[in-house]
């Protein structure tokens, strides 16, 4: 018995040592850049202002039950948007376009939630969201397709749409759906639609369905055929042509499975948080899930402890820059450098002299392979 | 509505456009000024074998890093120098941005896409960061502290004209451009005839990268004399499209930047100089955030359409290793 809990924690830390320890370089390069830039803050230069700043984040996210509540909350749409980029590498495709889906997602749920805003909570909570997921799948689908019927890469048709989907929610919110009595364009209340807060203040229903999508996507990959599908189409899209897959068929459901995803993380905030969509609204989580993804290695478990590590950062991030003057945006370059320790793993090898096995993507070398050869052809 | 409304429509805006032509050419090249230089670096490092999706990130932080010398200089030096420093640092900048994009690809041999990625998350971060500690609080970010150097044909926008020139005739009838070339569709033959691949890809992708700086400092410097956190919007990566589109030559990839641009310029154009009759109602009812939303849409277009019929080099994306079977 307890030799078999000890095999499981030493399988868990073999697959874990290099995340964690990128981690904690990451941490340590961005503490010599909160040092470097010290001087910049009101209190001028103070070499321990690392420790202040990353015990207020600390405090931020775990230091109450308000904290904790914040870091679940803000944790749910990273797992929504860490599944749907890491399911998207399982297939070899990068979508970047989470961003996009994610406003689009959040633009729907609150167009259908605040005509829904007086309707019965089930109804109106599953419709509004079901409305985000579509909105998602719809503009996933797009670049899908094109990369397999054309070979256009998702990279920058992904990139291009979210610019695109950005600007022209900004007009639709403008001049169609823009509610009345209101001093800016922004959408309606959403009254029943919002989700059900089931503890404390702010936590909402839509964080037990973010771990509910982790394991349904590992169901999905692990148990089904669809997900064995996916996978050998990331492994080799043209091996798997030749096993009587079609990667048309398979690149396209996978993009619209994550724009599903991503829209869902969408919907999910704006049911749960934000509660009306107005031009500028913040899709730094379309960009936050690049990170997640990578650091949970695109496995649906990994991408559920990356997202409660950076639903951490974020929600302790604004006491940390309260207290200490430390911008937030430190988080992002934190994000930046695990994912450089991540890619060059020989850095955190030759530093901490640990022999951890080498971390791969599956997947994600199909990326950049069909970059070069233009297209998947069907 | 008869019968005759579209093909008249559409004559009468194609007189427009000639009408509009000479006060849209400038503009169009301005616009198109940075997308060139993108599209330039990543010519450079793909046609060495080198895959680089981070363009927009490099831009970013040289255009960041351009501004804020310039930005500190100028009371003591003067305008003029100040900015000459700032593009200086831009470029530099680039060049380093593009070292460390080298090493993650030549020699530690990552996954080319995820070594870009990280160029552009590090890249958002930091100017953030430091436009948040340094610029917010002089209260001059947004407002332009330097004078853009000139509205129209500054000087790095003509530099790019010769630049691609430049570049076209070196790539295809220069020593340089025959290894470039040679390292970037089979490494293995450059290898066995005494071509140093890494230095190379090395050399490549620093100089490419240095371009991307210098587009930069376009966008600060000489554009509109001002950093705002994202301001590159994609840009980076319309760059790479122009490059697709010009089936990775350097006119090729000018002759896509300046379509990208005059889908651009389109939106500017209709404000500035409204068309008269049905035309002018029809595209002065089109809302603004459309014209905006163009070009990008416009990209995947067009993305979709050539990128079927265009050959990368050979060995794109693909790390060298020496001792590997071919």
Redesign the interface.
């Known amino acids: 018995m307890i030799a078999a809990v000890r095999a499981r924690l030493a399988s868990w830390w073999r697959v874990a040592t290099l995340p964690v320890l990128a981690i904690v370089l990451a941490l340590a390069i961005a503490a010599v850049i909160i040092v470097a830039s010290s001087a910049f803050t009101g209190t001028g230069f103070f070499p321990l202002l690392p420790i202040y700043a990353y015990g207020n984040l600390f405090a931020g996210a775990f230091g109450s039950d308000i904290a904790l509540n914040n870091t679940l909350v803000a944790a749910a749409p990273l797992m929504l948007g860490g599944l749907a980029i890491g399911l998207g590498f399982k297939a070899g495709l990068f979508n970047i376009g989470v961003a996009g889906q994610f406003l689009a997602g959040a633009f729907a749920a609150a167009v259908v939630g605040s005509s829904l805003a007086t309707a019965p909570v089930p109804v109106a909570v599953a419709v509004s969201l079901v409305a985000g997921g579509l909105a998602g799948a719809a503009l996933g689908a797009i670049p899908g397709f094109l990369k397999a019927r054309t070979g256009a890469h998702e990279v920058v048709t992904t990139i291009m749409l979210n610019n695109a989907t950005a600007l022209l929610l900004a007009w639709a919110v403008t001049d169609l759906a823009r509610a009345p009595g209101f001093t800016f364009p922004r959408t309606g209340d959403i009254g029943t639609s919002a989700l059900p807060v089931l503890l404390g203040r702010n936590l909402h229903l839509g964080v037990p369905l973010a771990f509910a999508a982790v394991f349904l996507i590992r169901w999905l990959l692990d148990r089904t055929t669809l997900g064995f599908e996916i996978r050998a189409v990331g492994a080799n899209p043209n091996a798997a042509r030749y096993a009587g897959i079609s990667p048309l068929r398979i690149v396209t459901l996978t993009m619209s499975l994550s724009g599903l995803l991503g829209g869902l993380a969408g919907a999910v905030q704006m049911l749960g948080v934000i509660g009306f969509y107005a031009s500028g609204i913040s899709a730094s989580v379309g960009f936050d899930s690049i990170a997640v993804a990578l650091l949970g290695r695109s496995d649906p478990i990994g991408i559920l402890f990356a997202a409660l590590l950076f639903g951490a950062f974020r929600a302790g991030a604004p006491l940390m820059q309260i207290t200490t003057q430390v911008p937030i945006e430190i988080i992002d370059i934190i994000q930046a450098l695990i994912i450089l320790f991540l890619a060059a793993e020989l850095i955190v090898r030759r530093v901490f002299r640990v022999r951890a096995r080498p971390l791969e993507i599956e997947g994600a070398t199909t990326v950049t392979r069909t970059w070069a050869e233009g297209s998947v052809r069907t | 509505m008869d019968v005759l409304f579209v093909p008249r429509l559409t004559v009468e805006l194609a007189g427009y456009l000639i009408a509009v032509l000479p006060d849209l050419a400038p503009i169009i090249l301005s616009l198109a000024t940075p997308l060139a230089l993108g599209a330039l670096c990543g010519v450079l490092n793909e046609r060495s074998g080198v895959?680089n999706?981070g363009i927009e990130g490099i831009m970013l932080t040289a255009a960041f890093t351009g501004y804020l010398t310039g930005f500190s200089l100028h009371a003591t030096l003067g305008p003029a120098p100040a900015i000459a420093a700032g593009v200086i640092v831009a470029i530099v900048t680039g060049g380093l941005l593009g070292l460390l994009h080298a090493w993650?690809c030549v020699t530690?041999r990552?996954?080319?896409?995820?070594?870009g990625?990280?160029l552009n998350?590090?890249a958002?971060?930091?100017t953030?960061?430091?436009n948040?500690?340094?610029i917010t609080?002089s209260g001059l970010g947004g407002a332009g502290v330097i004078a853009p150097l000139v509205f129209g044909l500054g000087p790095i926008a003509l530099a790019t004209v010769v630049l691609v020139a430049a570049l076209q005739f070196l790539l295809f009838r220069s020593r340089w451009g025959l290894r470039t070339r040679a390292v970037g569709e089979h490494p293995k033959a450059a290898d066995t005839v005494g071509i140093d691949v890494f230095r190379q890809r090395y050399q490549n992708v620093i100089a490419g990268c240095a371009l991307a700086g210098l587009a930069g400092a376009y966008l600060t410097l000489e554009s509109t004399g001002s950093f705002q956190n994202g301001m590159t919007?994609?840009r980076g990566?319309?760059a790479?499209?122009a490059m697709?589109f010009g089936r990775w030559t350097p006119v090729g990839a000018f002759g896509g930047a300046l379509l990208f641009g005059a889908f651009t310029a389109l939106g500017v154009i209709v404000r500035v100089r409204p068309a008269g009759g049905e035309l002018g109602d029809l595209l002065g009812a089109i809302?603004s955030?459309?014209y905006?939303?163009l070009p990008?849409?416009v990209?995947?277009v067009i993305?979709?359409?050539v990128?079927?019929r265009?050959?990368?080099?050979?060995?794109?994306?693909?790390p060298y290793e020496k001792e590997a079977r071919a």
């Open positions: 895959v999706i993650l530690v990552a996954d080319q896409i995820i070594a990625t990280i998350v590090g958002i971060g930091l953030a960061y430091f948040r500690l340094i609080p919007g994609g990566f319309i790479l499209a697709i809302p955030f459309w905006a939303a990008y849409l990209t995947v993305l979709a359409g990128v079927g265009a050959i990368p080099p050979a060995a794109d994306g693909i």
